[in-house]
């Protein structure tokens, strides 16, 4: 079946230590988004690709960047975690300009130590 | 700011009973909605979308109502069952070619035996 696969679903980071959460999807759709989701909360957009163009959104911290290597793949790094940034991060795709709502991949849930 | 809202943040309901979910939306361009049901630790699942040239959308077991008067968004879950408890979020895009769903506070649904 044509999914979003987020890896991995666990992830415990040290303070300050890099990590990066990765995003595949087989449904071909040109757009991806990372959303930041802390309990209790509505996903925030941090930002999306359309194709190869990144848009970030104003208030998404620098701590937080992402690389989409190709159509397939969308990565998100976090340089410093620290202890404000334990979320459930959620990937999405769609296609441009259809606006069919989103498909979301499971999450990873991050854990900072 | 302009934001998408939830009256309610947890909604009681006996099971076979007819849920209604509600949503106020602040941005009047806003002319795509989307109602999402996240289970626990799963990313959000597409229930039902309407566009803003439309008042009523049916699904299976799911009628979206729109009223652009008064900005306002509601869920009908028909027979309420063990199975829809979950958070459901409304979410607004103000421009389908933009690609950006912006997402409201989200209402617990908790269903009684």
């Known amino acids: 079946d044509a999914m979003v696969i987020q890896n991995p679903r666990y992830q415990v980071t040290q303070f300050g230590k890099p990590v990066t959460l990765s995003c595949s999807q087989t449904?071909?759709?040109?757009?991806m988004y990372w959303y930041q989701q802390k309990s209790s909360q509505a996903p925030k957009l941090l930002f999306h690709?359309?194709?190869?163009?990144?848009?970030n959104e104003a208030d998404t911290p620098d701590n937080f960047q992402s690389r989409r290597p190709n159509t397939s793949f969308c990565f998100l790094d976090i340089r410093s975690p620290g202890l404000g940034d334990a979320a459930m991060y959620l990937c999405?795709?769609?296609?441009?300009?259809?606006?069919?709502?989103?498909?979301f991949g499971s999450g990873t849930r991050l854990t900072v130590v | 700011g302009e934001s998408v809202g939830l009256h309610l943040p947890t909604l009681s309901v006996q099971e076979g009973d007819n849920s209604i979910i509600n949503c106020a939306y602040s941005?009047?361009?806003?002319?795509?909605f989307i109602w999402y049901k996240q289970e626990s630790g799963k990313g959000p699942q597409f229930i039902i979308d309407?566009?803003?040239?439309?008042d009523k959308r049916q699904g299976q077991r799911v009628t979206v109502l729109l009223n652009k008067t008064v900005k306002h968004l509601s869920l009908q879950i028909a027979a309420t069952q063990p199975g829809d408890s979950a958070v459901y979020f409304c979410a607004e895009n103000t421009d389908y070619r933009d690609d950006k769903i912006i997402f409201g506070k989200g209402t617990r649904l908790h269903i009684l035996p």
């Open positions: 941005n009047s361009a806003s002319d795509y």
């Open positions: 449904l071909n759709h040109n757009v």
């Open positions: 309407i566009r803003s040239n439309m």
């Open positions: 999405a795709t769609s296609r441009a300009g259809q606006a069919d709502g989103y498909t």
């Open positions: 690709y359309y194709d190869k163009d990144f848009n």
